[in-house]
């Protein structure tokens, strides 16, 4: 019997990943910026939502698949980019999640910032979804458009809540800010968990590299990060629209006003998100601002969600207050940090099974039927 069989739900994948993973790097994946108050308000107003439970409904033949921005899905999820996402898991792990993806049917979305390249993914599982931020080198953010453009990735992801970083308060106290500080602390956390450093060392080099041949090392991070663009405004939204022949979901959307403006200025969809709690700490949830959001897109475009999805009850709960999907961040890591490709595949069973008895017991047989009317 593996450990897999004896996992129930997202919390057993986190505690698995938790065991596996040294402790900056577990805490890299888990913590967020400064007291974690959205980290927690994320999931915590997700939990507080309560289903209408409904009998003697001919729910005999269900349906969950759906179409996010044109993609047809086989459920609302989304694997959301994670940068260095690739880390949980012999330095590999994007490639192994947009193979459990592509298996489960759903959208993979790759991080500008992953250690594996958008050629890489290609290979694996042909077109996917590309993230990018707007940096101050418009001729690199060509470059790497112009990329994603030829692997014909349908949607593009532009994520907005890098104006300025938040701290990582976890990363601070393990010294893994960029450049990581070797201190007896840290070596003891890794040599307790020999199978990832094995994994570590064997893997490829961790560097942004997408990067690889367009800046002069993409192993320097700081100089990376750098480039992304906290002067940029809407008016480079549409400077993006003229130059992108697909999709664009918006991705770091607050509030209704902020909705509005990213439609206006050319953007097919957003996804309300706080950045899973890393950036501005004492943000709304984004369960809590998902009502006003559709309100403020008003059927113009799609409205995604992210942050704090972490069952099938949660997809349920977002579809009920209008969004199309969920993007999953921390939901896929943790069960790619268990457990590599099987354990991202685990998570989305997991997540499957979840939707599909709530749906049933909500009394729906279609997921496009959720709506507000199925919680209390
Ligand atoms: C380790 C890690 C790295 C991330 N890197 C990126 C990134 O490169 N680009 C991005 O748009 N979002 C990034 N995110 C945010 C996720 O895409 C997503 O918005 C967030 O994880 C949702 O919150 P949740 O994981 O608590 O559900 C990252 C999140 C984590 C945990």
Redesign the pocket.
Known sequence: MSILDRTATIQDLRNIAQRKLPRPIFD??DGAAFQEIT?RA?CEDFDKIRFRQRSLVDVSKRNLSTTILGQKSSMPAVI??????GICWGNDGEKLAARAAKAADIPFTL???SIATMEQIHEEIGPFWF?MCLLKDKELMRALISRAISMECPVL?L?V?WAAYGLQSRSVRNAMMFPPKITPRTLWDFSKKPAWVARHFLGKRVAFNNFEGLVKDPGDLDYIVGQIDNAATWKDLEWLRSIWPGKILV?GINCAEDARLAIEHGADGVSV?N????QLDSAASTISVLPDVVRGVDGRGEVLI?????SGQDILKACAHGATAC?????H?YGLAASGEIGVTKALELMRYELDVSTALTGLSEISEASTEILV
């Not at 959301?80 to 996402?85: M, T, V």
């Not at 992210?306 to 972490?310: K, L, N, S």
């Open positions: 890299f994946i980290l994320n959301s980019p994670c940068g260095l996402g991080a500008m910032l993230q992801v994520t809540t991705k998100s950045h899973g709690g890393n992210d942050g704090g999805v972490r993007l999953l961040g921390r939901g890591l």
